[in-house]
């Protein structure tokens, strides 16, 4: 379910447009009703004036009547007050009842008022004949017409105006009294409900006030404290922390941008994390090549130095030789050709032998600096092995031993130095007839497995031991039984080793004491056909 979202700032004004409309209507209502109380206030304000005058004409009137009843008794007017006085206060407490009433009809806009006009028009007229009367019995009294005086006054009393004035006044203060009543009662009954609904609608708008602040709240802690973890994970390093998606759009595009900063920051980390493993792998290979270097310094080093010992140690025996037999040679007077030939025939094959030996030390001085300056060509290997036998067919006669071969590898090419595998070959060959003992058999076998020519050569003679078999190939090395069976420099199987490694192939030497040895040289086959040699 996707979660609905809203922006704060809507919220803002929802509840801020809220609280303005509460407010408002609390306001227009309060000031609504004390327009009310003020028109009952005026109400009442103009009822009590109505009220007012129509007691002060009342009170007048009847003042009127009793002092013209004292004054027609005593048969003079010293104790009249002046009539005219008199019918103007009354004449002007009418015009107050008139007004007020006016006022009323304008305020109240009653159709009612009408007929309180009409009450107040008659009481007006009952006024004017009680004040024309008035005016009568003053003047009768002045001149002395006493009995005048006590017929009008008779009369006013047996015409019922002063019943029917008394009876209208009293209508119209009874009316006047029950308005201000009816308007206080309004009043009082507005008063309550105001007092009695204030309080309700104050804890409306403070239950109100409370909940948008509660919601609010809520909102604010809920989206600050989910940006207050993430930014807590990403300052503790945890930049797989995802801000969940928020409520209100700002905090949620606000937690986006920090996902988004602490994605990238992720992603530079990783970067920089590859960048530090390739440096470091980098650093790695480069210090392990310099190792490389160092120790094939080293190597080329003790290789330089074992080879000065064992030229300087190799080349005593010849130079001894060669010197040995020129002293002769130069010393003797009487020998004849054949002895100086042969001495100088001793001397050139001591030469012979040296060269070869240097030839072959610097073959593999050379293979061990990774320079052994081959001439690379498609060779068939079955054929060069069967002319190195051919080769040695003499010398395998004169010691009775046969040589069998056995070519499962008729078709085997490898790339290489002919001249220089011809050489491996001759020397396994060598050895394998040097070590063998008279009248018996040394067996070479080639075969081609896969992608690979072996090369086996294989004697029945004095054999040789684990540790020898290990050390044979040690330049100058030789095994104690080698030593007494057969003279040699212990160059041969160094100079094949060297020449088999730089053909990318591999030479072997295993044996047993008294049961013969088999030395396997194993090349990588050629597909491709070059000029064959």
Same mark, same amino acid.
Request: with cysteine; aromatic share 6%; hydrophobic share 40%.
């Given at each position: ?84 006085? *008199? ?193 470091? #792998?980098?650093?790695?290979? *480069?210090?392990? #090549? ?65 060269? *070869? ?60 130095? #002919? ?52 050390? #044979? ?61």
């Amino acid at each position: 379910m996707a979660l609905f979202t809203t922006q704060f700032t809507h919220k803002l004004y929802v509840a801020f447009a809220t609280m303005l409309s509460i407010t408002l209507a609390l306001a227009w209502y309060f000031n609504d009703s004390v327009k009310w109380y003020q028109h009952d206030v005026e109400r009442i304000a103009l009822a009590n004036s109505v009220l007012q005058g129509y007691q002060e004409v009342s009170n007048q009137t009847y003042q009127e009547l009793n002092a013209l009843g004292e004054s027609v008794s005593r048969g003079d007017t010293s104790g009249l007050p002046d009539w005219q006085s *008199r019918a103007t206060i009354l004449r002007e407490a009418i015009s107050t009842i008139r007004q007020g009433i006016a006022a009323e009809v304008a305020f109240e806009q009653n159709a009612g008022e009408g007929e309180e006009l009409e009450t107040l028009v008659e009481i007006e007229r009952v006024v004017e004949e009680i004040i024309r009367s008035s005016a009568q019995i003053d003047q009768a009294l002045v001149e002395g017409r006493v009995s005048d005086a006590s017929d009008e006054l008779n009369r006013l009393r047996s015409s019922g105006v002063t019943g029917y004035f008394s009876s209208l006044v009293f209508a119209a203060i009874e009316e006047k009294k029950r308005e201000s009543q009816s308007a206080d009662r309004e009043a009082i009954s507005l008063a309550h409900y105001i007092t009695n609904l204030l309080p309700v609608l104050m804890t409306i708008l403070l239950v109100i006030v409370l909940g948008i602040i509660i919601l609010f709240s809520r909102s604010l802690t809920r989206s600050l404290s989910a940006l207050h973890d993430g930014a807590k994970a990403f300052t503790s390093g945890n930049l797989a922390h995802q801000i969940p998606k928020l409520r209100e759009k700002e905090f949620s595009r606000l937690g986006e941008a920090f996902n988004t900063m602490a994605h990238e920051l992720s992603d530079h980390r990783s970067q920089l994390r590859d960048t530090n493993i390739t440096l470091e #792998a980098t650093v790695e290979e *480069r210090t392990r #090549a310099l190792q490389d270097s160092n120790k094939k310094l080293a190597e080329v080093d003790v290789n330089r130095r074992k080879l000065m010992a064992d030229i300087s140690h190799e080349f005593r025996t010849p130079l001894t030789v060669i010197r040995g037999e020129a002293e002769i040679a130069l010393r003797g007077t009487n020998k004849t050709k054949a002895e100086y030939r042969d001495s100088f025939q001793r001397i050139v094959d001591q030469a012979d032998h040296t060269t *070869r030996m240097v030839d072959d030390m610097l073959f593999i001085a050379r293979a061990d600096a990774g320079e052994p300056r081959l001439k690379l060509r498609s060779v068939a290997i079955a054929s060069t092995v069967d002319s190195v036998c051919k080769d040695f067919e003499a010398k395998a006669a004169q010691r009775s031993i046969s040589v069998e071969q056995f070519r499962e590898g008729q078709k085997a090419v490898v790339l290489g130095d #002919a001249g220089r595998l011809r050489q491996v070959f001759s020397i396994l060959m060598d050895n394998a007839l040097r070590y063998s003992n008279p009248g018996g058999r040394v067996e070479v076998l080639v075969s081609q497995e896969e992608s690979n020519v072996q090369i086996s050569f294989r004697d029945h003679g004095i054999g040789l031991s684990e540790e020898e078999s290990e050390l #044979a190939f040690e330049r100058f090395y030789r095994g104690h039984k080698a030593e007494e069976h057969a003279p040699g420099t212990g160059l041969g199987l160094p100079v094949a080793k060297a020449i088999v490694q730089a053909h990318k192939g591999s030479i072997s030497l295993r044996g047993k004491l008294g049961d013969g040895a088999t030395a396997t040289v194993t090349l990588p086959s050629e597909s491709k056909l070059r000029i064959v040699a």
